[in-house]
T-cell receptor, first 123, second 106 residues
Framework: EVQLVESGGGLVKPGGSLRLSCAASGFSFSSWGMSWVRQAPGKGLEWVASISSSSGSYIYYADSVKGRFTISRDNAKNSLYLQMNSLRAEDTALYYC???????????????WGQGTPVAFSS | DIQMTQSPSSLSASVGDRVTITCRASQGISNYLAWYQQRPGNVPRVLIYAASTLQSGVPSRFSGSGSGTDFTLTISSFQPEDVATYYC????????FGLGTKVEIK
């Protein structure tokens, strides 16, 4: 059974940093592209970043996070990461780890999703 | 950037109704289109990919059609468990989701 378990979310001050993690199991992690997708409270889905399979040579970001967020993977640990710097109030959301179901590194669809980890701001 | 426009934004349906949701891309995206269902309080799940391919385990009352710029998700006989918000997503280049269609029971 495919499982994706996110962690690392929490309360942060504007300008702060967080590192999200996603522990994957139940599939050959290194063989699949992975992504982060977020959902602001009461809002729709927004793709954040994607990393290709294997060495993760291909990485793509949404314009809204480019230069502030960094996606990475550790295939030995079956883990996906999202380093988030210079956080803004508009980054408040539930952050989902998602497995690519197909497509190309520049554009995946997602066949498995984690439960999400929340990122919120404290004043 | 290619924009995805879904319609309607919400609808109410009776059990057994045929429900149709449309998604329009601002430029052609071939068949790089997926549909997701997000039940209240739940994680999104993919229903359809490549515009018309049913994901394994998804009931056959769900179907997708279209190519290029115009796409449709159809529920042939609406069931109570289909109450959810439905999103289209293009994956020809940067993934982009539609704003969603909230489907309620009448």
């Amino acid at each position: 059974e495919v499982q994706l378990v996110e962690s690392g979310g929490g309360l942060v001050k504007p300008g702060g940093s967080l590192r999200l993690s996603c522990a994957a199991s139940g599939f050959s992690f290194s063989s699949w592209g992975m992504s982060w997708v977020r959902q602001a409270p009461g809002k729709g889905l927004e793709w954040v970043a994607s990393i290709s399979s294997s060495s993760g040579s291909y990485i793509y970001y949404a314009d809204s996070v480019k230069g502030r967020f960094t996606i990475s993977r550790d295939n030995a640990k079956n883990s996906l990461y999202l380093q988030m710097n210079s956080l803004r109030a508009e980054d408040t959301a539930l952050y989902y780890c998602a497995k690519a179901g197909g497509g190309l590194p520049a554009g995946y669809y997602f066949d498995y999703w984690g439960q999400g980890t929340p990122v919120a701001f404290s004043s | 950037d290619i924009q995805m426009t879904q319609s309607p934004s919400s609808l109410s349906a009776s059990v057994g109704d045929r429900v149709t949701i449309t998604c329009r891309a601002s430029q052609g995206i071939s068949n790089y289109l997926a549909w997701y269902q997000q039940r209240p309080g739940n994680v999104p799940r993919v229903l359809i990919y490549a515009a018309s391919t049913l994901q394994s385990g998804v009931p056959s009352r769900f179907s997708g059609s279209g190519s290029g710029t115009d796409f449709t998700l159809t529920i042939s006989s609406f069931q109570p468990e289909d109450v959810a918000t439905y999103y289209c997503q293009k994956y020809q280049s940067a993934p982009t989701f539609g704003l969603g269609t909230k489907v309620e029971i009448k």
